[in-house]
């Protein structure tokens, strides 16, 4: 393309990941000297507000907070990150921003915001509209630096229909507008509607019969929880991050109050009814909530070092031409990890627990845990059972199973022990650093960066992808390390002293009652059953683009210029999986003969069979390659826009090394 050509490039979705794309984008752009610089457009197309987007709208609740406290979350380059990457022309995570803010407020702070941001502390967790401000924030930056910079960034509020090959570039139909025509398309689409799956749609089609309310997944900003009906039964079907929020809307939300008491942390609190809240009935899977965040200054411990599953370790099967499995590779590894986080919490926190003096009990774990091959984890057994009370030891597996998966008398009994479990929870919270379990939970943390870089882009055997990663460990690392602020299961638990919220119990039936005219709930490890006349899916649609209700991505599926990404299992089973079949990076779709479809390109969620932990956002100060993943992949998506300009994919930026180099040319 000659320079005085216009290079337009469109990115579709403009939430976290958009923002991010056009960060890098212009990154790369500023870095040219003017004279080597096309004429640039870049299309923001979203029907809402570029930068909070669809789920960080700035205009709801602020009750709905964020799972990762402030100091994590980024969407350009910030910290150690930025010395990886061409410079932002904003540089701030979230964490600055609020300091930033705090110190001197942006006119478009609202009065609410600004009392946020002067509370809040790296550790806090923050609301999600403000996270949704700093994104609003973020975007006008990057607007101010495009047109400083020569280019040209328009926002067209409407939805994305279809696009379509039109010469040498495409043709993108809008909701509401004239097709709008780019060189290049990014897919930067975020959470997306989805179709009920076939027992989902059941119970709503018996709502709409029987005079029910059904509240299908869906964003919890998108739903209006006054309809849920005050003094009486609501069934809710998730104990994860939306439980927690309809729970603070039904309870803070209608003028209930959390009141300390002044005991320790697990019965800190005790509600005061409004008198307007319903009772929430609660299940999930395991019957519990997520176990909550531990309180800490830095998001994984201090006293947390991965000492067996590093990146050296784990990325030394791929150099040696091996591709491993999960179980057998890299879990005895990350298993090394946690125990020894625990233990040795233990016996700095604990040391009179011990059988030997507690230098001596770690010296022989140790020696343990370094033996090669399976025997270390019988040569560890034996170590804790002479050194260890059995009161004091735990099991990372059996954990996937907190109730312990045994029949529980009636619904009292359950409740009593789920409470017990939610206060020694934030009992275990509350102490931080000194708590042995949090900080076992925070090695399986630590460990999630490096598995999410070596396993990605096939670094994972497919059947050890589908039946160990995402089979049985995803759930229990999701259930210990992604559960909510540590205020809210002290808020839950008050809930549960005052009778306002129960439990269902593991493994949970929902049905209909046609006779009664109810909804129902059971288990089948606890006697009896639960009816309602409202039933909340407290989740978001599932991140299935076979599932998907987006007209753009079910068009391209439809089509055939793109696909659902199908794996096999072990034995020799397709398996459709939930993301789309991709090239390497940058990501381009596959089409149903298996081409890639060049020019349009991918990042975010749509990428969750080919990456692993989409959802999670980039982290601050984290490697590129590793917790920052999602802006190298941004990155790696604005050379080769750019290069469609005739600018070089390295664009007068330092050459990559190792990993990045081959990314970059792939």
């Known amino acids: ?59 709801q609740s602020r009750q709905f907070l964020m799972n990762t406290p402030c100091l994590f979350p980024t969407v350009v380059p910030a910290g150690r990150t930025a010395e990886e990457l061409a410079p932002s022309a904003t540089g701030l995570s ?17 009065s609410g915001d600004r009392e946020e941001v002067a509370r809040l502390g ?65 897919l930067a689409m975020g959470h997306l509607p989805a179709a009920l799956t076939p027992e989902q749609s059941r119970l709503s089609d018996a709502a709409s019969r029987l005079g029910l309310r059904y509240l299908p997944p869906a964003v919890p900003s998108d739903v209006d929880f006054s309809v849920l009906p005050a003094g009486e039964a609501v069934l809710v079907r998730g104990l994860g991050l939306n439980f927690f929020d309809i729970m603070a809307h039904v309870t803070l939300g209608r003028g209930g109050m959390f009141v300390p008491t002044g005991e320790p942390a697990g019965r800190s609190l005790r509600y005061e009814p409004s008198g307007r809240e319903p009772v929430l009935i609660a299940a999930s899977r395991r019957g519990t909530p997520y176990r909550a965040k531990a309180k800490l200054d830095t998001y994984v411990p201090r006293s947390v070092k ?13 150099a040696q031409g091996i591709q491993p499995g999960f179980d057998h590779d890299f879990w005895p590894l990350l298993h090394r990890d946690a125990v020894w986080a625990y233990y040795s919490t233990l ?19 140790v020696a343990a845990l370094n033996i090669d091959g399976p025997d270390w984890d019988a040569a560890k057994e034996d170590v804790l059972q002479r050194c260890v009370p059995a009161e004091n030891r735990t099991s990372l597996e059996a954990l996937a199973q907190p109730l312990g998966r ?8 359950l409740d009593a022990e789920i409470l017990r479990y939610l206060e020694a929870d934030a009992a275990g919270s509350a102490k931080g650093e000194d708590d042995p379990l949090k900080m076992a939970i925070g ?84 006697s009896g059953e639960y009816a309602a006349g409202t039933l909340v899916e407290a989740m978001m649609p599932p991140n299935r683009v076979n599932a998907t209700l987006s007209p753009l ?17 072990a034995d020799g089973t397709p398996v459709l999986t939930p993301g789309l079949d991709v090239s390497l990076p940058p990501y381009r779709p596959l089409d149903v003969k298996g081409e890639r479809q060049e020019d349009l390109y991918v990042l975010g969620l749509q990428l969750s069979s080919v990456q692993w932990g989409t959802a999670i956002a980039a982290e601050s100060g984290a490697p590129a390659d590793a917790g920052s993943r999602t802006l190298r992949d941004a990155d790696d998506i604005a050379a080769a826009v750019l290069s469609r300009g005739g600018i070089p994919r390295d664009g007068g930026l330092p050459a990559r090394t190792g990993t990045a180099a081959v990314r970059a040319g792939a």
């Open 122 to 186: 790296p550790a806090d967790f923050p609301s999600r509209a403000l996270y949704g401000r700093y994104l609003e924030w973020t975007y006008a930056r990057l607007l101010e630096a495009a047109g400083q910079a020569g280019a040209a960034v328009v926002h067209y509020r409407a939805e994305a229909l279809a696009l379509h090959r039109s010469g040498a570039g495409f043709l993108i139909e809008l909701a509401g507008e004239d097709p709008l025509a780019a060189d290049s398309v990014v």
């Open 306 to 318: 991965l000492r067996w599953f590093t990146n050296e370790t784990a990325g030394s099967f791929a």
């Open 553 to 569: 991505l079910a068009d391209l599926l439809h089509r055939g210029e793109a696909r659902a990404k199908v794996m096999m299992a």
């Open 1 to 59: 393309m000659d320079k005085g050509q216009t290079l337009r490039v469109a990115v579709i979705g403009a939430g976290p990941r958009g923002v991010s794309v056009l960060d890098r984008i212009l990154a790369r752009y500023r870095d040219l000297p003017v004279e080597d610089r096309p004429v640039l457009e870049v299309f923001m197309v979203d029907p809402f507000n570029p930068g909070p987007g669809h789920v960080w709208r700035t205009t």
């Open 347 to 365: 016996a700095r926190t604990a040391p009179e627990c011990l059988s030997i003096p507690a230098a001596d009990f770690l010296a022989e774990l």
């Open 406 to 413: 045994r029949p529980f008398a009636d619904a009292a009994e």
């Open 443 to 526: 090695a399986l943390n630590a460990g999630r960066s490096v598995l999410k870089s070596v396993v990605a882009d096939g670094g994972l055997s497919e059947e050890s992808w589908l039946t160990e990663l995402r089979g049985w460990f995803e759930p229990l690392v999701e259930g210990l390390a992604s559960g909510p602020p540590p205020e809210r299961i002290e808020q839950l638990a008050a809930l549960v002293r005052a009778g306002l919220v129960h439990f269902v119990g593991p493994d949970p039936r929902f049905d209909v009652d046609e006779a009664r005219g109810v909804f129902t709930a059971s288990s089948p490890w606890v």
């Open 94 to 110: 979230l964490e600055q921003w609020i300091r930033r803010m705090a110190a001197a407020p942006a006119p478009s702070l609202s």
